[in-house]
């Protein structure tokens, strides 16, 4: 699908689906964690049994963003009890919702200049 987002923010969302991001141009397949500095892959297959170790990426780039956007897939769905409580331990200000809201979020938040990541879980 694509986004039609305002063009400033640094790192663009441009499209997802197929299980896959495209970003800056490029085509990322998976899950994936996205800062401004960092585009990595995400260790979490699946958000509603996630536990800390799943989020492991998420708490070590916490210097790197005020607030993280957790895209759980096509549909929304409740992070898991230990993933939560992992970030909440670590400080992490997060937010859970379906990846395409995450992902149009994410890009209207960043062309506001704001310090903002996304956890991406692919949509098919």
């Not at 640094?10 to 085509?27: C, Q, W």
């Not at 956007?69 to 992992?86: H, Y």
């Amino acid at each position: 699908m694509a986004l039609r987002e305002l063009d400033q923010a640094p790192r663009r969302i441009e499209r997802y689906g197929a299980g896959g991001f495209h970003i800056e141009g490029e085509r990322h397949e998976g899950a994936l964690l996205l800062t401004a500095s960092i585009l990595a892959p995400l260790a979490m297959a699946d958000a509603t049994t996630a536990d800390a170790a799943a989020v492991a990426g998420i708490v070590e780039a916490r210097d790197d963003f005020e607030m993280i956007l957790i895209g759980t897939g096509p549909r929304f769905a409740m992070l898991a009890k230990p993933a939560r409580e992992a970030l909440r331990a670590a400080g992490v200000r997060f937010d859970v919702m379906d990846t395409g809201a995450a992902c149009r979020t994410y890009n209207v938040l960043a062309a506001e200049g704001r310090r903002v990541a996304a956890a991406l879980l692919p949509v098919p």
